[in-house]
Nanobody, 125 residues
């Protein structure tokens, strides 16, 4: 089992940048595919980005392509989400998640068994 703790959220103006981090417990971090999801007030949780266990392949939602980059450091047991050119519609609670499912980066929420508690990102216009 893995425990996940997100950090790095905050308030930023439109056009600004933030980098979210998700620290994982345990010695088997590299056996998990990782993903970032977000949930805005009154909306369902949605996929943002995912990365494979090795970090060699990533997947982004169309809404963040060209602006967000997911990466991971298997030595530090951490996954990152670099967010550039932020927009007010990016305002949400951002969650990281872990999956043991094999294959490429996974964008479906149901595949992820382990979740962090989330970090708030607010983008002002």
């Amino acid at each position: 089992q893995v425990q996940l703790v997100e950090s790095g959220g905050g308030l930023v103006q439109a056009g600004g940048s933030l980098r979210l981090s998700c620290a994982a417990s345990g010695r088997t971090f590299s056996s998990y595919g990782m993903g970032w999801f977000r949930q805005a007030p009154g909306k369902e949780r949605e996929f943002v980005a995912a990365v494979t266990r090795s970090g060699g392949s990533t997947l982004n939602a169309d809404s963040v392509k060209g602006r967000f980059t997911i990466s991971r450091d298997n030595v530090k047991n951490t996954v990152y989400l670099q967010m550039n050119n932020l927009k007010p519609e990016d305002t949400a609670v951002y969650f990281c998640a872990a999956t043991r499912r094999l294959g490429g980066p996974i964008g479906t929420m149901e595949a992820y068994a382990y979740w962090g508690q989330g970090t708030q990102v607010t983008v002002s216009s």
